[in-house]
């Protein structure tokens, strides 16, 4: 419709439209709101200065350029958006309005609209729509930058006939989040065909087991691509070793335990619905244009929710680890960061919060906990002192004038090695004592630090040729504190992802262990509140 009508605007019309258009933004220049047939438009800053430096001409006369943005601004849907935050409603009515009455107001209008709404899913691309660090403590990772030729852009989308290219250019350019947005599509076709099968409740399920809701776990995983539609049995109720291969497909994709049995774990898995799956597809798509827009080419990646670290180099994976992260109330922090140096035989100094809440107890209870623990005690200045000499029952949070420091050793809370990259948090990778942990499933059992299983594997990889066990060995028996430094620094990452995807369209979701998805999600499906964006 849009573009039949503006085909048919007069020279005249055309003038007169320019003109309303700049006298709408002179006006709300000086009332610091620009506002388009009662509508706020978003962007303050950049907008105004396009219209000037294209002396207030209507931007979109070219009936090409009109169809890719309204197209670009429906399809923002499949970003896991909401097209209707960027004025649709508001410019679909106004269009069906001047089909017959071409009021040079509301084309004023449309286009000034059209123009905010660009803008806007521009910085939704780049940005993304959620702020992360107002609704949830504990996310750090600097913001990304806007464009600062951002009226350039747009004109020169505009003037080329770019307005696709330019859009797809601002979105992450990292394989997850285009193998996300697919996984999104596929999703969202499951859904429309009614879903997938629920599992009722009954006997573990399990190789060799005859169960009548086996038949339902073959349909569930032939729609989730778990199990080959091609394989047939003669026996669908049978859970015969195709199905404990779909089972333990579907258990990896899920990072749970890869047993091949549907016990009860599992089967809370298998019954989460295809709405809350598209959900959290879209919440980690937003996160993901928070922070993938610019990867360096090699970096240490730490997933909290999936309890795994990984080192990436190009696009391949070259090094993958089992962590343990922050406990729910001792929670990991999402930030980057720099390893720089690497210590074999750390010490461990006790964080003032666990001295005074949970080893000063412990003493008061026990007076030869710290030379169990192979604790040593210093004043403020850094003396060591003798244990013996204090009166530790006199002692609470509100005059505790000491530091508590655990000696190097197999017995240290940080293991054999810690992995340094200073901030301001004191989190880091490091060893531990307690490995029978990492078999667990739910591996959150820190005070925020990330614990790391395949601690030698890391160490060599990033150092390279120049050690090896030998020269490892010979260093940790002597307990000597000892630090290397990294030739050249990489780049650490702790972030968030409750769900995936490879280069396969293959789907990987995790337990969202610390509760964040819900708040994201709400802030996502809410309209836009007013902000200046560019």
Known sequence: LFVVFISLISNSQESRVNEIIKITIEKGKKTNTIAAGGIVLFSQGVLPEFYEQTEYQQAWSDPENVKELLFNLNDSYNEGLTPDDYHLLHINKLIQETQTDKDPQKLAYIDLLMTDAALLYASDLILGKVDQSKIRVG?????NNLPEDSESILK?????????????????????????????????EIQKNGGWPGVPDGQVLKLGVTDSRVKILRSYFEITGDLSAYLISENDSLFDDNVE??????????????????????????????????????????????????????????????FNVRRIIGDSIVFYSRVIVGKHYHESPIFDGKITYIELNPTWTLPYSIAIKETLPKIKKN????????????????????????????????NFPYTFRQKAGPHNALGQVKFMFPNKYAVYLHDTPSRSLFSREKRAFSHGCIRLDRKWEL???LMGDDWNMERIDKIVK??????????????????????GADRQDNLYFNEDVYDRDNAVLEQLNKPHSFKKVF
């Open 139 to 143: 996310w750090d990772v600097a913001q």
């Open 156 to 188: 020169n989308a505009i003037d080329n006939n770019k307005v696709t290219e330019t859009f797809a250019s601002l979105k992450p350019d990292h394989f997850m989040y285009t193998h996300l947005r697919n996984g999104l599509r596929m999703y969202r």
């Open 245 to 306: 291969k779909a089972v333990k497909r579907f258990q990896l994709r899920h990072n749970l335990n890869q047993d091949g049995i549907v016990g009860k774990g599992t089967l809370a898995i298998i019954n989460v619905t295809i709405e809350q799956r598209i959900n959290d597809i879209r919440v980690n798509m937003e996160r993901a244009r928070w922070v993938i827009h610019h990867l360096p080419d090699d970096f240490l990646i730490v997933n909290i929710a999936g």
């Open 367 to 398: 007076p030869n906990y710290l030379s169990e623990k192979h604790m040593i005690v210093l004043d403020r200045s850094g003396n060591e002192l003798d244990p013996s000499s204090i009166d530790f029952n006199s002692l609470s949070g509100k």
């Open 459 to 461: 160490f060599l990889n």
């Open 478 to 499: 002597s307990e000597k504190t000892t630090i290397v430094k990294l030739k050249k620094p990489i780049e650490i990452i702790l972030l968030y992802w409750t769900a």
